[in-house]
DNA sequence: CTCAATAGTTACCGGAGGTAAGTGGCCACA
DNA sequence: TGTGGCCACTTACCTCCGGTAACTATTGAG
């Protein structure tokens, strides 16, 4: 299960394979749908509760309507998100989280915590760099 | 600092601006470097210890000696790795977490733990989705 | 017959990410 | 003396995903 090259002990068993996996192939496969650019946002807006196309598209800054499709039709296809079509005019689309979707909210909070509370420090650390670049 | 468009309650503030904050431009922006298709996989193989170049390289299964290039380099600018060069023949650079980095690392579990348990449901889910897709 | 509202889709483009080959310093071997 | 290997990268080049702007379909209202 653990393809590491090493013996390693339980403790970095734990931390490796969790995160490492089968070499990190099925990990990667699910961070590369879930961590895109806009999936968290969506899925953290629809924490509020059932919202339409039109609501998500205000409430998500930056968001172009072709992306908001797209990340919705992959967070429906992954069982992440229900979608309800009203047949009604204007026509009414609703979005909620399933019971899958909403167990992503904490560990997404817990990213989203830490990248607010290092973000300064990046930030410093990006600019002392660029300096460091530019004076040699 | 909480710009959404209607009032919310306490617990809903707590969720929805953790996440998305500022309009979620600034955890978009770190989210950007962190959430990227290797780096998450490079702080996680990093948390063993101090490792080499071709270490890292051996280690990380699919990825190029460009794109290791490429992560370490927006690692160490972020202030989360260290490279120490050793003035030998042959070279030896030597990478490390700061402080910072092994912060990193529980935030990335919790999102790799939820990514690892909820795989099959979303493979399952998915299948389900192509075949539906396929009739209609 | 035109306009507005909703939930998209289409056309097109740039940059992130990928592969393969080259670089530079030094040593071992023939 | 020159050939190849080790190590840590670069460089050149190409593809495909993500992004923006503009267009579409449907229907009721005026």
Same mark, same amino acid.
């Given at each position: &299960?653990?393809?590491?090259? +090493?013996?390693?002990?339980?403790?970095?068993?734990?931390?490796?394979? &969790? $995160?490492?996996?089968?070499? *990190? +192939?099925?990990? +990667?496969?699910?961070?590369? #749908?879930?961590?895109?650019?806009?999936? !968290?946002?969506?899925?953290?807006?629809?924490? #509020?509760?059932?919202?339409?196309?039109?609501?998500?598209?205000? #409430?998500? %800054?930056? $968001?172009?309507?072709? &992306? !908001?499709?797209?990340?919705? +039709?992959?967070?429906?296809?992954? *069982?992440?998100?229900?979608?309800?079509?009203?047949? =009604?005019?204007?026509?009414?689309? =609703?979005?909620?989280?399933?019971?899958?979707?909403?167990? !992503? $909210? %904490?560990?997404?909070?817990?990213?989203?915590?830490?990248? $607010? =509370?290092?973000?300064?420090?990046? =930030?410093?650390?990006?600019?002392?760099?660029?300096?460091?670049? #530019?004076? *040699?």
């Amino acid at each position: &299960m653990c393809l590491t090259n +090493r013996e390693m002990s339980p403790v970095e068993y734990e931390h490796t394979c &969790m $995160i490492r996996g089968d070499g *990190g +192939r099925a990990l +990667r496969a699910i961070l590369d #749908q879930i961590c895109n650019k806009w999936t !968290l946002l969506v899925v953290a807006t629809l924490d #509020q509760g059932v919202l339409r196309f039109t609501d998500l598209h205000h #409430q998500i %800054p930056g $968001i172009s309507q072709r &992306m !908001l499709t797209l990340t919705l +039709r992959n967070l429906e296809r992954d *069982g992440l998100i229900t979608r309800t079509v009203h047949a =009604e005019v204007p026509p009414r689309v =609703e979005y909620a989280l399933t019971p899958t979707g909403k167990s !992503l $909210i %904490p560990p997404a909070l817990a990213l989203a915590g830490w990248a $607010i =509370e290092h973000a300064p420090g990046i =930030e410093a650390s990006r600019e002392a760099y660029a300096v460091y670049r #530019q004076n *040699g």
